[in-house]
């Protein structure tokens, strides 16, 4: 079965600084992997997903993410984060189930604080 | 895109009690998907809705607990039965866009729930 580690349950970044947030997964074959982002209230967004093809994925609000199969890991990042960035975020293994439809394992989500 | 609305947005429940949260997409859908997200933790999948069949529930989740329709291909309903304290979460209703690939999901903005 595939499980997702997000060792940072908190990160404060200043405004304006670089941000990267940490994800390691466990999947026996070639994972699907996503980042998804909650905001207070809110339902959760899709920022990025890696399905195949070039390691590094460009997402919506300025954010990438590089898949490394040596390190097992699909760490986000961001070169200048802006005060709207502070959420939750959580990454994602995905797995076709036996539905055909996916089975998406969730971390348990790191907390973005910026401060000013 | 999906464009999921949830009703109710939060409710304050009594030990049990049992509470239907409503599930409406603007697109058909055949698959959709209902996740818990207890506080602090990460989503875990409750069961998998098709349309015109039983939902398919994950380990440790029964039909009697959390009963699941899904009328038609646009609406589903998920029911809280018997709640306790434990119940506490949030509640999201999730469909894949298969024409965006494999595993993306869109979310609704979830229903809070608190069991007193």
């Known amino acids: 079965a595939q499980s997702v580690t997000q060792p940072d349950i908190h990160i404060t970044v200043s405004e304006g600084a670089s941000l990267e947030l940490r994800c390691n997964y466990s999947?026996?074959?070639?994972?699907?992997l996503f980042w998804y982002v909650q905001s207070p209230g809110q339902g959760l967004q899709l920022l990025l997903k890696?399905?195949?093809?070039?390691?590094l994925v460009q997402g919506i609000k300025g954010f990438e993410a590089e898949f490394k199969r040596s390190q097992s890991s699909f760490n986000l990042r961001k070169p200048s984060v802006h005060w709207s960035d502070a959420a939750e975020y959580f990454c994602a293994v995905g797995a076709e189930g036996e539905s055909g439809y996916s089975t998406l394992t969730f971390g348990k989500g790191t907390m973005l604080l910026v401060s000013p | 895109s999906a464009v999921i609305s949830q009703k109710p947005s939060r409710d304050i429940c009594q030990r049990g009690t049992s509470l239907t949260i409503q599930c409406q997409v603007d697109?058909?859908?055949?698959?959709m998907f209902w996740y818990r997200q207890q506080p602090g933790q990460s989503l875990t999948l409750i069961a998998t809705a098709n349309q015109g069949s039983e939902a398919t529930y994950e380990s440790g989740f029964v039909i009697d607990k959390f009963p699941i329709s899904r009328p038609n291909l646009t609406f589903s309903t998920l029911t809280v039965s018997n709640m306790s304290p434990e119940d506490s979460s949030i509640y999201l209703c999730?469909?894949?866009?298969?024409?965006?690939?494999?595993?993306?999901?869109?979310f609704g903005e979830g229903s809070r729930l608190t069991v007193l």
């Open positions: 999947y026996g074959a070639t994972p699907y």
């Open positions: 999730s469909v894949e866009d298969r024409g965006s690939g494999m595993g993306e999901l869109f």
């Open positions: 697109s058909q859908v055949t698959m």
């Open positions: 890696y399905f195949t093809g070039d390691t």
